[in-house]
């Protein structure tokens, strides 16, 4: 939630930072701002809404000469979205942009303010900078280890002090990175914002202290010095252009295939190199949103494989009072890696000192580094704030570690033609647009589906939810005639997803039932059954078909939005990395 990024060097910062917050605006995009400095003078130009409209104020303004300066997009956790409460915030000599939150702003206000501190917005962050600014008399960093001694709740803060030509940074349960260029250095809380620039960057811990000059860079925990060794990155900046495509969504569900080619050949015949689950009694899947929707495919599989396996979301998680054993693993499913719910189930089983394996995107993220095993999915960056290629990846690694466990005669066969069926399917692009004609003036969609179909049907419907807006749900097709089949009437849009053989009867009964309530089906599966309208997927193995069907909902999810003209790649409301709770 929210990007920062950050320089100094030997050019003036306004390009740069621009840029980068373009690459940074897919996590958080109500407002942004940006703060440039030289000497004494600190010139701040904010903007509510769309980095495009920063730009445009920032043609308008003139701007100060400078080398240094720090830039923020956001994603509004205290305090409505406008110009006072985006970042960056003032108070005295210093200057901050701040990603997270922090809990007890409330209280840290109330004492502030009777020390004499005049608040301008409804922001936390505007707390940390009153409290650095109460600490800084002539020791920065000092001031800066005090304030986060005060403060609870999460951080990334990238800092200007009036006093000195240099940029601080310090960071706790939030993201934030150094990047390491010949020109300049940076700060940023994605390596995707400065790629153009360097792939060399510097990883921060929990409370150190960075301080960057434009000749180099230190870092200190308790005023300590602290050495880290200086890491490549392996994404591109091939990886944040639209290659012609209009939207970043559309873009990244047409990568699938070649990803699930790319990840089949890494690993076909390198099994080996994937962790061995037969070990563990228990099984504990967490994850958010779609990941815990991979997360579920997950579990029904295992289940078959005659595993112990308990799954939840990680805000759930987190809070529940889980009994683990020495043979317990917790698979921590995410593609950010950062988000603060998966980061504190994380812990939680951390602590209890069982196994943890992590099935992440990001290299070098929280969950990535502090999990026991990992497995990276190799996605490649991800730029549309729903997830697609990410969450085929994640449901990818899931199949092959349950191949592992039980491993079948025909998976192998179907796992070398899967990128090419899959091709197939995503060409149909023509028929996913004539169903979005048919679903886009619906005020209600449901999805139903039992077991791995329920869990697809899910994914299905919250992807359409949260790109077109349209109240969807999903329900296991038995629970429907329990309550929810009130509303199904004339011309209610049922999703039926079908592809288990032992239990299609079933689900197909469920299906009848809702047409002979007015409803009009769409039917996903593997057999024809002669629906009007039905998308037929190619049968494959158990383990590999939800590979096959997730990327046709996301198609139509894709249509629905488009042909309702919605913001695609960044739906209201939303970010790309939930690094608040
Ligand atoms: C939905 C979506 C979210 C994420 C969730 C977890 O399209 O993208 O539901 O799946 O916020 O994010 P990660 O995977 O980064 O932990």
Excluded at 213 to 218: A, F, N, Q, R, V
Aim: hydrophobic fraction near 35%; include cysteine; glycine fraction near 6%.
């Amino acid at each position: 939630m929210c990007g920062i990024i950050g320089y100094i060097g030997k050019e003036h910062p306004k390009e740069i930072l621009l840029e980068g917050l373009k690459n940074l605006e897919y996590r958080g995009y109500d407002s942004s701002g940006m703060a440039f400095k030289k000497g004494k003078e600190i010139q701040i130009v904010k903007c509510v809404g769309k980095i495009a409209f920063l730009e445009e104020k920032l043609q308008n303004e003139k701007l100060i000469d400078c080398n240094i300066g720090i830039a923020h997009t956001r994603w509004a956790t205290h305090g409505e979205p406008s110009e006072k409460n985006a970042h960056p915030h003032q108070v005295g000599k210093i200057t901050l942009v701040h990603n997270g939150i922090i809990e007890n702003a409330a209280p840290l206000k109330k004492e502030l303010e009777k020390e004499g501190v005049k608040f301008q917005s409804s922001t936390d962050t505007e707390v940390m900078a009153a409290l650095i600014n109460k600490y800084y008399k002539k020791d920065m960093i000092g001031a800066i280890n005090k304030a986060i001694k005060e403060v609870k709740g999460s951080y990334a803060l990238a800092i200007l002090n009036e006093d000195e030509d240099k940029i601080y940074a310090v960071r706790c349960q939030s993201p934030l990175i150094i990047g390491v260029e010949k020109n300049g250095y940076y700060v940023t809380s994605d390596i995707g914002a400065i790629l153009s620039h360097t792939n060399q960057y510097v990883l921060l811990g929990e409370n150190e202290v960075v301080e960057l000059t434009k000749d180099g860079y230190s870092i200190t925990k308790n005023n300590k010095p602290i050495t880290r060794k200086v890491e490549t990155s392996t994404l591109s900046t091939e990886d944040s252009s639209l290659h012609g495509y209009e939207h970043y969504m559309l873009k990244e569900i047409m990568e699938e295939p070649i990803l699930v080619d790319n990840f089949i050949k890494k690993y076909i015949n390198n099994l080996d190199a994937l962790p061995d689950l037969k070990k563990y009694h228990d099984i504990h899947i967490v994850g958010c949103g779609s990941a815990y929707y991979a997360g579920m495919i997950g579990k029904y599989l295992f289940e078959e494989d005659g595993l112990r396996v308990d799954i939840d979301v990680a805000s759930e998680y987190r809070y529940r009072n889980i009994i683990y054993n020495d043979k317990t693993l917790v698979i921590l499913i995410s593609q950010s890696g950062e988000t603060a719910d998966t980061i504190a189930a994380m812990r939680k089983a951390i602590e209890h000192k069982v196994d943890t394996l992590a099935i992440v995107n990001v290299d070098g993220s929280t969950i990535a580094r502090d999990c026991t095993y990992k497995v990276l999915i190799e996605a490649g960056r991800e730029i549309a704030v729903a997830t697609t290629k990410a969450f085929i990846q994640q449901v990818l690694v899931l199949s092959l570690l349950s191949y592992k466990i039980n491993k079948d005669d025909t998976y192998l066969e179907d796992l070398i033609h899967l990128p090419q069926q899959l091709k197939v399917l995503l060409d149909k692009s023509g028929y996913y647009k004539k169903l979005a004609d048919a679903i886009y003036k619906q005020e209600d969609v449901f999805f139903i589906g039992r077991k791995v179909d329920y869990a697809i049907s899910m994914e299905g419907s919250l992807k359409l939810k949260e790109v077109s807006y349209i109240h969807s749900d999903s329900y296991q097709a038995g629970e429907l005639k329990h309550g929810t089949i009130s509303l199904v009437n004339e011309g209610t849009i049922v999703f039926g997803i079908i592809t288990d053989d032992e239990i299609k009867d079933k689900t197909i009964s469920n299906l009848e039932e809702v047409i002979s309530r007015g409803a009009v089906p769409i039917y996903v599966g593997i057999d024809d059954y002669g629906y009007e309208n039905q998308i037929l997927v190619p049968r494959v193995n158990k383990k590999l078909q939800p590979i096959l069907v997730v990327p046709t909902l996301q198609m139509i999810a894709y249509y629905v939005a488009y042909k309702r003209g919605c913001d695609i790649d960044k739906p209201r409301n939303l970010a790309k990395s939930v690094t608040v709770e």
